[in-house]
């Protein structure tokens, strides 16, 4: 097989990050529309990722984060967003790269994308540990359990 010199791994992956980002540019401007809310879960030792010490104690490797009723501040850029987020009552401001980015779910209409952080333009090779995910999460909704099971754009797709 031919080497591909073009890194199409890369760009599918970008573009793909592109969709997040205008997604959430979007409900940066106008609020989340009807029933959509988002589950984002990331690499919370990507660089760029700034979240507290607290926050990172508790979630050494890996969070998710919902959007949902309760988020303040949401702001985007080219490179990521940030946002205002409340962890058991008390307030914080997460910074997410978008190369940190892992996985992107609106169950209220089953569309999910799943990245490779590893694979990102500009990121250092952070180490996949699937095993060792954590959750954390502000104003989940009740009976979701984000992170228990990985979303596939093939799950998506229409079957002929």
Do not use: C
């Not at 985007?76 to 892992?102: H, Q, R, Y």
């Not at 169950?107 to 180490?127: R, Y």
């Not at 954390?136 to 002929?160: H, I, M, N, Q, Y």
């Amino acid at each position: 097989m031919a080497e591909d010199h073009m890194r199409y791994d890369i760009l599918a992956q970008e573009a793909l990050r592109g969709v997040v980002r205008k997604v959430l540019a979007e409900v940066a401007k106008t609020g989340l529309p009807g029933e959509h809310h988002f589950f984002i879960s990331f690499v919370t030792r990507a660089p760029g990722v700034r979240l507290s010490e607290k926050l990172l104690g508790q979630y050494d490797k890996e969070m998710t984060i919902v959007i949902q009723n309760q988020y303040w501040d949401l702001k985007v850029n080219e490179t990521g967003f940030e946002i205002g987020l409340s962890f058991d009552g008390v307030p914080e401001t997460l910074v997410i790269p978008f190369s940190a980015v892992k996985g992107f779910f609106d169950p209220s209409v089953q569309f999910g994308l799943q990245f490779d952080p590893q694979i990102a333009p500009g990121a250092e090779a952070q180490e996949a540990e699937d095993d060792a995910a954590v959750e954390g999460t502000a104003d989940l909704p009740d009976g979701t359990e984000p992170g228990k099971k990985v979303v596939s754009l093939d799950a998506f797709r229409k079957k002929p």
